[in-house]
């Protein structure tokens, strides 16, 4: 069924094994050596209690990973390795894999209405265009896009949710953490996360902040609150006023938090709001102001002065944008661009219906007919 391999057909086999170097867990328990890395799997007097071991704790920290090892996808605030360079740095791994022109080539897809949820990142993938491109390929894979009763959607809600049995799969702006991949294993099945897309983050002020850019550095300590002056940057004499959601909110916020302010948190001064909407409203009309958001949710905006990034403490901004007012791929592609992650869609490995579904979705979305949508949609194409 094309790349996602339905763990129902697996029933049958051994099960999979753990690579102790590298860590990749769905090599398949006949194989004599790793498929990612080619360490040899087993020891000649068989394999030693202590590596089973090591394989149920990876199996219980990390999660099974299909698609591409977390390592290689969280790693810095940049992790925009593109499908090609991944398969051309695993070929044994991938040799396997089929991705498909269009989506009504897509097999296996099952029919039914399924509930999905999650990021509010991806909802140009809810778009009419696509969920009438997934209805015309395949009429009989419902989809119904479902919030949570109580609080804002977002990636972490997704999750609960997902954690729970409300959703059959579901969207996410952020990685895993090891946390859910432990909560899922007490819950008898394993989630997977499957990137479709690249992103990248815009920090956006008010039209009249006028300094040339920021690096990475200098954005830390204005969301930390060590710089509250637009002086202090190169600017006119002003106070900064950052604007956020708050971090229970996950997904953007979450990989903000992480990446750029290195899990320190937000300072006093930020004010906190619902959603990027309010954000670009805010900083529109608040003089000093600055916020931050999904590309493609800022690309359009004409009220907001979009800033170039440099990493680290440097000086060579970057603009997310190209001059012709799309998303700049090369840029998100290459890394150049300060920041940049992953989209992912999270699958439920559970042997039924919803595992069925959440592969189906994202062979779809990875099928060429499904990047260039993507593509449309704002973000990056994956392959």
Not at 205 to 225: K, S, Y
Request: aromatic content about 8%; hydrophobic content about 40%.
């Amino acid at each position: 069924m094309g790349y996602l391999h339905q763990s129902t057909t697996m029933n049958t086999q051994k099960a999979a094994v753990r690579c102790s170097k590298c860590g990749y867990n769905n090599n398949p328990g006949t194989a004599a050596a790793c498929l990612v890395c080619g360490k040899p799997l087993r020891e000649k007097a068989g394999v030693p209690l202590r590596v089973w071991w090591i394989a149920v704790a990876g199996l219980l920290a990390g999660g099974g990973i299909l698609f591409a090892l977390r390592a290689g996808l969280d790693e810095g605030v940049n992790a925009s390795t593109p499908l090609a360079a991944q398969i051309d740095r695993y070929p044994s791994r991938f040799e396997r894999i089929r991705l498909y022109r269009t989506m009504a080539e897509v097999p296996d897809v099952p029919s039914g209405l399924f509930n999905y949820g999650g990021s509010t990142t991806l909802a140009p993938l809810r778009s009419r265009v696509i969920l009438s491109a997934l209805a015309a390929a395949h009429p009989g894979f419902g989809l119904r896009y479902i919030d949570p009763i109580d609080g804002d959607p977002g990636s972490g809600a997704g999750i609960a949710m997902l954690l729970r049995g409300e959703l059959s799969f579901s969207q996410s702006s952020r990685p895993l953490k090891d946390s859910e991949f432990v909560r899922a294993a007490a819950r008898g099945f394993k989630l997977e996360q499957l990137p479709i897309a690249i992103d990248g983050i815009a920090v956006f002020v008010h039209p009249e902040v006028a300094v040339e850019g920021l690096n990475i550095g200098q954005l830390r300590d204005i969301f930390t609150g060590k710089i509250t002056n637009w002086r202090q940057v190169g600017g006119a004499d002003l106070p900064i006023v950052p604007f956020s959601r708050n971090l229970r909110d996950g997904g953007t916020v979450d990989f903000f938090n992480e990446n750029v302010l290195r899990s320190r948190g937000f300072g006093p001064r930020v004010r906190a709001i619902r959603d990027t909407t309010e954000a670009l409203r805010n900083v529109a009309s608040t003089p000093g102001g600055i916020g931050y958001a999904s590309a493609p949710e800022v690309i359009s905006q004409r009220t907001v002065r979009t800033l170039p990034l440099a990493k680290g403490d440097g000086r060579q901004y970057v603009k997310p944008f190209s001059d012709l007012g799309t998303v700049d791929a090369g840029a998100f592609r290459s890394g150049t661009y300060p920041i940049t992650r992953r989209l992912f869609i999270l699958v439920r490995r559970d042997d039924g219906l919803d595992e069925q579904a959440g592969a189906a979705y994202t062979n779809l979305l990875l099928s060429g007919q499904g990047q260039r949508l993507v593509e449309q949609a704002g973000f990056v194409a994956i392959r």
